[in-house]
T-cell receptor, first 114, second 115 residues
Framework: QQQVKQSPQSLIVQKGGISIINCAYENTAFDYFPWYQQFPGKGPALLIAIRPDVSEKKEGRFTISFNKSAKQFSLHIMDSQPGDSATYFCAATNPETGANNLFFGTGTRLTVIP | EPEVTQTPSHQVTQMGQEVILRCVPISNHLYFYWYRQILGQKVEFLVSFYNNEISEKSEIFDDQFSVERPDGSNFTLKIRSTKLEDSAMYFC?????????????FGEGSRLTVL
């Protein structure tokens, strides 16, 4: 099963609030979990990534929390800003199917209200 | 800042016609990719290309699709005989390392509409 399930589909947060996007997977062979950010009219861009041997990774206001036993990972955006309004995709790679095939989630459209 | 560029930004074609989508990857990158995103759906992997050959491809990438790096700078995706279900945004990407070790740099996409 190569799916990555992402929720919610859309999210509205007040400026300064915390945005939380969740992803879940079934395939324990997945070994790399990036998050990509996409602004309208642009291609996705890497935001932050984590491997399953780490439970948390933080870069500025963005944090990935990883729960290997639950097969879940989430993106937390602290102090959300209107400029964070974008679509966020979680993804995963499976070395058994190749190092270059990113399996993307369905995306979460985040709107941060001023 | 170097970027991946794609042309055309939008192409409308009739079913059964051949389409070529073009990409100029970042110059020192070694890995090249095509992904697609059907409207409202997730981004899906089509193919990766390394050392002048296909390194991986998905089930979507059937005999109707082909890729080429004709001149060392361009990277093209050809759809031989388009179908209605080929309508999507096609993203080219490139990277200096494999997708599971480094960042993929995506272009802005080519929207293909098949009528």
């Amino acid at each position: 099963q190569q799916q990555v399930k992402q929720s919610p589909q859309s999210l509205i947060v007040q400026k300064g609030g915390i945005s939380i996007i969740n992803c879940a997977y079934e395939n324990t062979a997945f070994d790399y979990f990036p998050w990509y950010q996409q602004f309208p009219g642009k291609g996705p861009a890497l935001l932050i990534a984590i491997r399953p041997d780490v439970s948390e990774k933080k870069e500025g206001r963005f944090t990935i929390s990883f729960n290997k036993s639950a097969k879940q990972f989430s993106l937390h955006i602290m102090d959300s800003q209107p400029g964070d309004s974008a679509t966020y995709f979680c993804a995963a790679t499976n070395p058994e199917t190749g190092a270059n095939n990113l399996f993307f989630g369905t995306g979460t459209r985040l709107t941060v209200i001023p | 800042e170097p970027e991946v560029t794609q042309t055309p930004s939008h192409q409308v074609t009739q079913m059964g016609q051949e389409v070529i989508l073009r990409c100029v990857p970042i110059s020192n990158h070694l890995y090249f990719y095509w992904y697609r995103q059907i409207l409202g759906q997730k981004v899906e992997f089509l193919v990766s290309f390394y050392n002048n050959e296909i390194s991986e491809k998905s089930e979507i990438f059937d005999d109707q699709f082909s890729v080429e790096r004709p001149d060392g700078s361009n990277f093209t995706l050809k759809i031989r005989s388009t179908k209605l279900e080929d309508s999507a945004m096609y993203f080219c990407a490139s990277s200096s390392r494999t997708a599971n070790t480094g960042e993929l740099f995506f272009g802005e996409g080519s929207r293909l509409t098949v009528l």
